[in-house]
């Protein structure tokens, strides 16, 4: 779920951004006074030397070339603007992007999610509190810092700033339907109107020194993988549409159009995706991509050669799809126009306002809940991309205790090269999913940290060690956290790991109806946790691709999250419950889970499903406190080291990695038996959480005549 500024970052920012908007819609504003208007300290701006302001001289002449371009009406503007908004996004509303697509970065400096306002006179960047450090470092002093939940809202700012009767511009492309229609609604409360800018004026500001946009090839992601055709994925795609009286769908994630199309691309960092647009109607399928992708495998492969029939593919220019819209729209009744939904954030605001507002069905892509549900092909691979995947983080672990007792000296950039380098040599590897986080010691705290030159440290013996990463394979994609010790823990750090272990436990063995939100699934996680009285700041799971995103909907793991999705069989989840203390050290532990059906059918006729881990790599036994598991928790972590000496071992014996799984087979040692040791607390504790993983399953054949609970 998890970036790490690449992936945790964006979810929690999408996921406060939503709030942020949605929490400020009110049918009466009141009016809020300057001093109300408190914003994030910026100490180091009260104390700013000259040469700091000088290394950040850049950063202040592109906003004053940017209020240039807002004063000034040209052919790519029709009217002054007295506010600017500058989202985060592409026109895909990605979740990584490429450097050409960088907008906010440029403009602030500020490398993470966000969303700022700049006015004629003053300059705001709203974040989350956990990148108020990153903004402090990287942000010179002509910008004000708010954070989400603690400070004033974007409109609130934009209403103090302005006086009725203003216009705030904004790039209708970059931000999502949904986000541009609730801040037009706030903003229109206080007279002032949200307008659109054809051209984004940061691009105007960036000239020449743009990056060009990437052009990379585009592959076909063969069927033994994919384990579907494409055509048909398109035919149930059409059933659902035509379900719900539709003519045609735009999509416009670029995962989606991946995915339904079998194809993979690299214009994206981690994520196997090229830009493009994608109509499907009942009668035709039309790709909008940069045309320099067009080779004779893909026109084959989307059968383009002579298309016509409804089961072919027109392939037209990126930028064509914008007059399509208007022209194939006179021949719909009704189009579905993708709206947010959990990590997607939907269609642009440009792509909503090119279709007639009549015509438009706002709802979540349908391709979600195709996506999301493996087949079997895609469930072999992805098992199979993780027994590769475990044995690139043994290896690279392995190599590291062998040379840090040999006197090397290993920093946190290191050794995240280090496991970036053992998985890109595994067999079908496309490199890494996210970008990978090494955390020691006190920076281990940080539940949202990623290595920069400014906290870096090196690794020791002294503190605990968490490495999060993952892997692109062209049959999977993995996300896998382990926290590892490289002297001796001191008895905290075995507490705390001990207890998030057994929260990872819980969820793993657990079994459940198929209706239960995943939200009440987030408490068994949390449960050994809270009971020392904290509970980790993120939600503990989500969904994840197959060779594609690491973090797609619909499954968003949290106590706080309102969700309308249930696990399906077949779902793969990453679920990763953690333990942070600040400036002092954390633990975190990941593993994916499959989504099972075992069979069993409640009187109410739902199945019952349970979980399957697919992630085999090695816990760190010197961080276990065995005398805090039950019986049933340890003879869980003895099969799961069975299964990891079976299916992680025979790889690494294939591949001769021989050092790899002598320090494989010393990891997963068998734990004794605490039933040996006579009845305790141990085996109370056993027999309350069997009770609890299966009370859900006897309280429902219980109740046959109810379906109040479903």
Not at 378 to 403: N, T, Y
Not at 639 to 649: H, M, P, S, T, W
Not at 683 to 702: D, M
Request: glycine letters at 4%; hydrophobic letters at 35%; one cysteine or more.
């Amino acid at each position: 779920m998890r970036e790490n500024i690449s992936r945790v970052a964006t979810m929690l920012w999408k996921r406060a951004t939503v709030l942020l908007l949605a929490s400020t819609i009110l049918i009466a504003i009141p009016t809020v006074s300057a001093n109300q208007l408190r914003s994030a300290p910026r100490l180091k701006c009260l104390s700013q030397s000259r040469e700091k302001i000088q290394d950040n001289i850049t950063l202040h002449h592109r906003l004053t070339a940017l209020r240039n371009e807002m004063r000034t009406r040209s052919s790519t503007q029709t009217t002054e603007v007295d506010a600017y908004v500058i989202t985060y996004y592409d026109d895909h509303m990605s979740d990584q992007l490429m450097e050409s697509d960088k907008r906010l970065n440029f403009v602030t400096g500020f490398s993470g999610p966000g969303m700022a306002v700049i006015t004629l006179r003053s300059a705001a960047l709203w974040i989350d509190k956990w990148q108020h450090e990153q903004a402090e470092q990287e942000l010179n002093c002509n910008w004000k810092v708010f954070l989400n939940d603690e400070h004033a809202t974007i409109r609130e700012w934009i209403a103090n700033e302005l006086s009725p009767e203003s216009r705030v511009g904004a790039d209708p492309h970059v931000i999502p339907h949904g986000m541009w229609h609730s801040l037009e609604r706030q903003l229109g409360l206080h007279n002032i109107k949200l307008i659109r800018v054809p051209r984004n004026l940061v691009d105007l500001v960036w000239g020449s020194l743009r990056p060009a946009p990437k052009s990379n090839s585009i592959k076909v992601h063969p069927v033994r993988f994919a384990g579907e055709r494409w055509d048909s994925k398109v035919a149930k795609l059409r059933s659902n549409l035509t379900a719900h009286r539709c003519d045609a769908m735009i999509v416009t994630s670029l995962t989606e159009v991946a995915y339904i199309l079998n194809l993979r691309g690299s214009d994206i960092p981690y994520t196997p995706v090229f830009k493009a647009y994608l109509i499907v109607s009942n009668r035709e399928i039309i790709l909008y991509i940069n045309r320099t992708h067009l080779n004779t495998g893909l026109m084959n492969h989307l059968k383009s050669h002579n298309c016509h029939n409804e089961y072919c593919v027109q392939v037209k220019d990126y930028q064509d799809v914008w007059r399509d819209l208007r022209t194939l729209s006179q021949h719909w009744k009704r189009v579905l126009v993708p709206s947010a939904d959990v990590f997607e954030m939907g269609a642009s605001e440009a792509i909503y306002s090119a279709t007639p507002r009549e015509l438009i069905l706002n709802k979540p892509s349908p391709i979600i809940l195709l996506r999301a549900q493996k087949n079997e092909i895609e469930r072999q691979g992805m098992m199979r991309a993780h027994i590769r995947d475990a044995v690139a983080i043994c290896e690279a672990l392995s190599h590291l205790e062998k040379r840090f007792i040999a006197g090397d000296d290993f920093t946190e950039r290191s050794l995240a090269r280090e496991i970036d380098r053992s998985r890109k040599i595994q067999d079908l590897s496309e490199g890494a999913s996210f970008k990978t986080v090494v955390a020691f010691g006190p920076n281990s705290g940080d539940p949202y940290y990623t290595i920069n030159n400014q906290t870096e440290h090196e690794i020791t013996e002294d503190n605990v060690l968490i490495i999060d990463s993952g892997g692109q394979y062209h049959d999977g994609t993995t996300d896998v956290a382990r926290t590892i010790h490289l002297g001796d823990p001191k008895p905290s750090h075995i507490q705390a790991y001990t207890n998030v272990l057994i929260g990872l436990i819980r969820m793993s063995m657990t079994s459940f109806p198929e209706n239960l939100k995943p939200a009440e699934l987030d408490a068994l996680a949390r449960g050994p946790v809270q009971a020392n009285k904290y509970s980790f700041p993120y939600g503990s799971g989500h969904s994840i691709g197959s060779y594609l995103s690491v973090r797609e909907p619909p499954i968003s793991s949290s106590h706080t999250a309102k969700q309308r999705h249930n696990f399906r069989e077949g779902y793969f989840f990453a679920y990763d419950p953690g333990y942070y203390i600040p400036s002092d050290f954390g633990i975190r532990l990941e593993n994916v889970l499959e989504v099972i059906d075992t069979g069993t059918v409640l009187p109410s006729g739902h199945k019952f499903f349970s979980f399957q881990d697919v992630t085999l790599v090695p816990f760190e036994p010197k961080l276990i406190d065995n005398e805090m598991l039950s019986t049933t928790e340890v003879k869980w972590i003895n099969d799961y080291n069975a299964r990891i000496r079976q299916l992680v071992g025979d790889e690494l014996k294939r591949k001769q990695k021989m050092d790899a799984f002598y320090w494989m087979m010393n990891k997963t040692r068998n734990i004794p038996d605490p039933l040996h040791s006579g009845t305790d607390a141990r085996s109370c504790r056993s027999l309350i959480l069997v009770l609890s993983v299966t009370v859900a399953n006897s309280l429902h054949r219980l109740l046959p005549a109810t379906n109040a609970f479903y």
